[in-house]
């Protein structure tokens, strides 16, 4: 079993989540169902990848960065959220109170850690804030992890 860490862009538009989810699905279907995904669950890429994991009938692993994560997550979000942390095998629980760049980054190194590579749904610009893609995507390559980074060529955020 190999395991796959998500990190990637959230609030995508809905031409830019049908080709990212395409991409996604796409790379992880050589995997079958050998493979363990790790996803914070948000809105855009990791909630892309989350269903690809589970439609691939393979593990999914929950990080949650903060207890007050889900709320901050946009409130229609919230049934796709729930969805996917009930049929999480295992929820990594982090013990920050407040869903802020210093947790999603500790969640962010938590992921890597936990995986053996890692796929970025990615522009390749640097992170708007603190704990955004780009520095996870930092973090994975200085601790000599794989990244696979997919965008969809001339998609924009």
């Known amino acids: 079993m190999i395991r796959i860490g998500i990190t990637g862009h959230r609030n995508l538009t809905p031409e830019v989540s049908e080709h990212v989810a395409t991409l996604v699905k796409d790379h992880l279907e050589p995997y079958g169902h050998a493979l363990v995904g790790l996803s914070c669950l948000a809105d855009g890429a990791d909630a892309l990848f989350a269903e690809a994991v589970l439609d691939?009938?393979?593990?999914?692993?929950?990080?949650?960065?903060?207890?007050?994560?889900?709320?901050?997550?946009?409130?229609?979000?919230?049934?796709?959220?729930?969805?996917?942390?009930?049929?999480?095998?295992?929820?990594?629980?982090?013990?920050?109170?407040?869903?802020?760049?210093?947790?999603?980054?500790?969640?962010?190194?938590?992921?890597v850690e936990q995986s053996d590579r890692l796929l970025a749904v990615w522009d390749g610009l640097p992170a708007r804030g603190p704990g955004g893609t780009a520095d996870v995507v930092a973090?994975?390559?200085?601790?000599?992890?794989?990244?696979?980074?997919?965008?969809?060529?001339?998609?924009?955020?």
């Not at 901050?72 to 929820?91: I, M, Q, T």
């Not at 973090?139 to 955020?157: C, I, N, S």
Request: net charge positive.
């Open 56 to 111: 691939a009938g393979a593990p999914l692993e929950a990080v949650i960065p903060a207890a007050g994560y889900r709320s901050a997550l946009p409130p229609g979000h919230h049934p796709v959220y729930d969805r996917f942390l009930a049929r999480s095998v295992l929820v990594h629980e982090l013990p920050h109170a407040v869903s802020d760049p210093h947790s999603h980054m500790a969640a962010g190194r938590l992921l």
């Open 139 to 157: 973090y994975a390559r200085a601790l000599d992890r794989p990244v696979t980074v997919l965008w969809p060529q001339g998609a924009r955020r």
